[in-house]
């Protein structure tokens, strides 16, 4: 049994590009990529797909005039790693060419099949109907496998809001610095910083807006939800005298709050 199944030919300025499927995979000629670019095939031309790395490249069964024989040939990859390499005038036109046309039509005609398997479908129906089942099962296939990614993709921007409210949770057993909260949205898809966060509670009426010794300072209808405490701290000075200070931190509840108000985007700063 063959290990490649042939597939089309193509033609760049009159000459022939086979192609063959493996496994679902496309492989192209590489004698025929270096005939249209006009290399000397005449010592051989394995050396010219030398740097080609192996796993991009391998023998495959061609069709021939005297029969399928086992040819070199590279993937898709391969061919465009070869054609970037490639001082040849034509690299780029050929380049262009499998990435413009050939590539596109293998892909939309969706088959593959072999000149034996086209006559058997000339001839018995049944082949044909046959072919059709087998492309039809392979669409419904790749369809399943994109509609599960999607769904994929759709569940976890659905729980966005669910691994930010946990991220709360799991910092909200302490109070945190205001720039501590900052940083949590940041991470979970809130565009904001310790600024912007300040910014947008002093215009919200969560801290005191007005500049002092209150600048920063929680509201009275802030304290009153629980949302921030206020910790004193006492530093000396070289001369003895002592300075209090006060440091506004946002509570368990109050980093529940916040985050809960931004996962959904109910608010945006």
Known sequence: MENAIAHRVFSFEGVPLRTVEEDGKIWFCAKDIATALEYNLDGGMKKYFAHVPEIWKGGKRISTPGGAQNMLCLSEQGVYFFLGRSD???ALPYQMWVAGEVVPSIMERGMYATPTKIE????????FIEALQAYKLEKAKREAIEA??????AKAEEDRPKVMFAE???TSKSSILIGSLAK???QNGVDTGPIKLFEWMRQHGYLTAQRGENWNMPTQKSLDMKLFEVRESITTNPDGTTMLHFTTKVTGKGQEYFINLFKNQEETL
């Open 120 to 127: 058997d479908i000339l001839a018995n129906p049944d082949a």
């Open 184 to 186: 949590i949205l940041r």
């Open 148 to 153: 599960e990614k999607f769904a994929l993709e």
């Open 168 to 170: 709360a949770v799991s």
């Open 88 to 90: 040849k005038p034509k």
